[in-house]
């Protein structure tokens, strides 16, 4: 009997597949998530949008909580680490959360270097902005990707950036001949082995989410129908008017993508979603996209 | 081995999870595969499998999408059905006192997350008799055990200690664990072999009847 195997770190995100992942801060929003049909929950302290409006150094969230959360729920339940901090991975997993996000929402402790994250049993989640990066968070042993969007916006755009920006040099990838692999590898930076293989797959050797500015049932048909297999929600459900029915409205059209006519009844009554924030009025250093080397 | 599988039309649920991976089982062994969102989609299968996935988020659209009680009515008349790990607990009558909604269709006493989480999250060889002498990698995902079966539940395969994490009961075929990840398609032979079966048995009784 083998745990922790490459397989069985990525056989969970294929479990996850066309559901939604959410974030919560309480044991009670866990409830809320896990009735509304999630797939898993975030445990967070903050959710993004707090997390950019209160500014300060953001951390992984406390243990107590944590498991609160873990309790409160029989659905996998991630936690998020600082990019490049394995003291805070090491605390997580021995936590024995499900899924571990090194996550460019929290503060970076390592402006250089991401966490080796095959030194551990837990599987890990990473972000990305485009094909290389993805590759290198996986190179590191990520199990599962997430486009990275632009977190506690509620604003779509970035993770259409980053979503089209990982399938389409994939795509491009696909008419390459090997001769031209090596080269492409340095381009992106990635490893060639992994720039091989995706070339031959012609997808990501794991699963892809998206993540960062969904905010209503439409933004999740959106991106599913743009590659996504499965979408993270952040602030999007717990800063709408209405979190039950919100939650459960882009569970539906997460699930229903190709069905408008589907699309347009579960969105109706939802209340105001999250107030979003135009990309323009961020100034850039307070990016949390460009986290992440 | 020579079963020509290419006229049945098998359905995949595909409300959530890992449905794909039994799409491409399915299409391996040349059977034609059906994703399934919606009761309209349940029409003249040949049958249908529920896969791995989270069985309270698959459980919901099954109840908010009214494919329950289709589904229901579809395996009292005798459709062929194989559950993975959340199919499992779907399929199970009792399932420990957890309220979700479920098919409820099988004599299983399933116990959910039974190993633990993810970090007790493991692969295996199991010998299953069903499936001749090779072993069979069988990775268990957050998953889910067998109990203890009813009457007419034949179990099909066990841990060293003895869990059962396989089995049949008239038509309906549950794993603990996900065949559809491993690339061993023996598991989903055994389906389609199954299926098979049931047309010809079905056959059989029109030829008496007339």
Redesign the interface.
Known sequence: ?????Y??KK??A??????VIMDVVTPEQARIA???????VMALERVPSEIRAQGGVARMSPPELIEQI?DAV???VMAKARIGHFGEAQVL?AL????IDESEVLTPADEVNHIDKHAY???FVCGATDLGEALRRIGEGAAMIRSKGEAGTGNIVEAVRHLRAITSTIKRLGILGPEEWMSEAKRLGAPYELVREVAGEGKLPVVLFCAGGVATPADAALVMQLGAEGVFVGSGIFKSEDPSRTA?AI??A???FR?PKIIAEVSKHLGKAMPGIELGAIPERELMAARGW | MTDDFSRLTIGVLALQGAFIEHVQALERLGAQARQVRLPGELQSLDGLIIPGGESTTIGQLLEEFQLLEPLRRLIGSGLPIYGTCAGTILLARDIGGLSQPLLATMDLQVERNAFGRQLQSFETDLRIDSLGKAPFRAIFIRAPAIRSVGPGVEPLAWLEDGTIVAARQARLLVSCFHPELSGDDRFHRLFLAAVLEAQQEASAQVDRAS
């Not at chain 1, 294929?14 to 559901?19: I, T």
């Not at chain 1, 024995?96 to 899924?99: I, K, M, N, P």
């Open positions: 009997m083998q745990e922790a195997t397989t069985v056989g969970l294929q479990m996850l597949k066309g559901g896990e009735d509304a049909g999630a797939c898993a873990m029989t659905i996998p997993e024995g959360v499900d899924y049993k837990v599987p459960a569970v539906k997460t699930t229903h069905e």
